[in-house]
């Protein structure tokens, strides 16, 4: 046996087993039989208690090289307490098919105070100083929340701690929370001056960490959410605070997040929350406006609003062609093209004005040649139309200065 494959301390072995424990506690055909409760639950616990990892491991191993998230599931009691949530959702489960599951699900941890014991002792910092322990909690709010809405309200602040000397634990949790989980009501209104806390944090991320992901665009995504389902206000104060703090690219991903969204729905959008995203679009439009250099790149973002084809074809061209008078581009230029070729029939003087703007705003003129057949698509249907006659022909001549040959036929 060569001396890589060695385990000198069983370490591996007992990391393998809280592995195998987390997949025994999922649904399917391979879940743990209920009735071996305290058997598991004897193998399990002394693995919350391994020494893996110790803060020499998390100091050599994370900053920036390994954020906590990560961390935990690459240490032993970091699987171990991965492990503890998916037992207590297996005894959850269990608990959904027997007698009085309603009484019995709304007693929480009463049901299970083994699972208690253990959250507990590891939120104290005295005795769990491991970030990656905290990272654990953060990805798994949204379930604490729902086995024991009690014990995670009461325990918000100690896994989100807002004293400053403790911002560490917080970042740990709340990076891997946001990163992980989408903005359930229910939990929002558990941590809502976590959020608040957030926001207020925008652009602290330390340089010498690494995240998974970036937490203030996850923040901005929460926002989003709760705000077109309406849990967040057009003034919330939440809401006022991100777009105060929000430097201009992590403003446009929020709006960019929001026309994804739309686009890659294939469902109808509820007309409420249609007209709850132009009341957001008209309010950051006039922003802009105030400012126009500013807020370029977050006017850009409604490429995607246009092309999702979820808004009134007449209301989606006339804002595009705002949004493109300020930031003199939108992205993704190539599908927004293709979508002014889909609706340029019913709206020419707005679709070829719309393609003059791209058109100039492709400096380098590398761009037309993404959508060049949809290009002259427009221009087609413009020549034909008296009040955008004039518009289209002077733009295939732009078109031909800048070497753009191609077009000339249209005018014959």
Same mark, same amino acid.
């Given at each position: 046996m060569s001396k890589f494959d060695a385990d000198p301390d069983w370490g591996w072995t007992r990391k393998a087993i809280a592995d195998l424990l987390s997949a025994g506690f999922e649904g399917g055909e391979g879940t743990i039989p209920f009735d071996l409760r305290d058997k598991v639950w004897s193998i399990l616990k002394p693995l919350t208690d391994d020494p893996d990892p110790t803060p020499e491991y998390e100091e050599k191993y994370g900053g920036t090289n390994m954020d906590p998230a990560t961390l935990s599931i690459n240490t032993t009691r970091g699987e171990a307490m991965h492990?503890?949530?998916?037992?207590?959702?297996?005894?959850?489960?269990?608990?959904?098919?027997?007698?009085?599951?309603?009484?019995r699900l709304q007693r929480g941890f009463e049901d299970m105070p083994e699972v208690r014991e253990v959250l507990d002792a590891h939120l104290d910092v005295r005795n769990e100083p491991s970030l990656a322990i905290r990272a654990v909690y953060g990805q798994w709010f949204p379930w604490l929340v729902l086995l024991d809405p009690e014990w995670a309200r009461n325990n918000a602040a100690r896994i989100f701690p807002l004293d400053e000397q403790q911002q560490a634990f917080f970042d740990a949790a709340w990076t891997t929370y946001v990163t992980f989980c989408r903005p359930y009501d229910n939990v929002f209104d558990v941590i809502r001056e976590q959020y608040r806390h957030a926001v207020g944090r925008i652009g602290s991320? @330390?340089?010498? +960490?690494?995240?998974?992901?970036?937490?203030? *665009?996850?923040?901005a995504e929460h926002f989003m959410e709760l705000y077109w389902r309406g849990t967040l206000g057009l003034d919330d104060p939440l809401l006022d605070a991100l777009w105060k703090n929000a430097p201009d690219d992590l403003r446009a991903h929020a709006l960019d997040f929001v026309g994804r969204s739309l686009h890659n729905t294939s469902d109808p959008i509820?007309?409420?929350?249609?007209? @709850?995203?132009? +009341?957001?679009?008209?309010?950051?439009?006039? *922003?802009?406006?105030?400012?126009?250099t500013a807020h370029q790149q977050e006017v850009a973002a409604f490429g995607w609003w246009f092309v999702s084809g979820k808004f009134d074809p007449a209301w989606a061209i006339k804002h595009l062609g705002e949004a493109l008078s300020i930031a003199g581009k939108v992205e993704p230029d190539y599908i927004v093209v293709e979508k002014l070729a889909e609706i340029a029939k019913q709206h020419p003087p707005e679709a070829v004005q719309c393609l003059k703007m791209i058109v100039e705003g492709d400096q380098k003129g590398w761009g037309i040649h993404t959508w060049r057949e949809h290009a002259r698509a427009i221009l087609a249907v413009a020549l034909k139309d008296s009040s955008a006659r004039s518009q289209a022909e002077s733009l295939i001549q732009y078109l031909g200065r800048r070497g753009h040959l191609d077009f000339r036929d249209l005018l014959q």
């Open positions: 492990a503890v949530i998916r037992y207590a959702l297996w005894i959850r489960r269990h608990l959904e098919k027997g007698e009085s599951a309603p009484e991320r @330390r340089a010498d +960490t690494r995240g998974i992901a970036d937490p203030d *665009e996850n923040l509820p007309i409420d929350v249609l007209e @709850r995203l132009k +009341t957001l679009w008209d309010r950051r439009l006039a *922003e802009a406006k105030k400012a126009p």
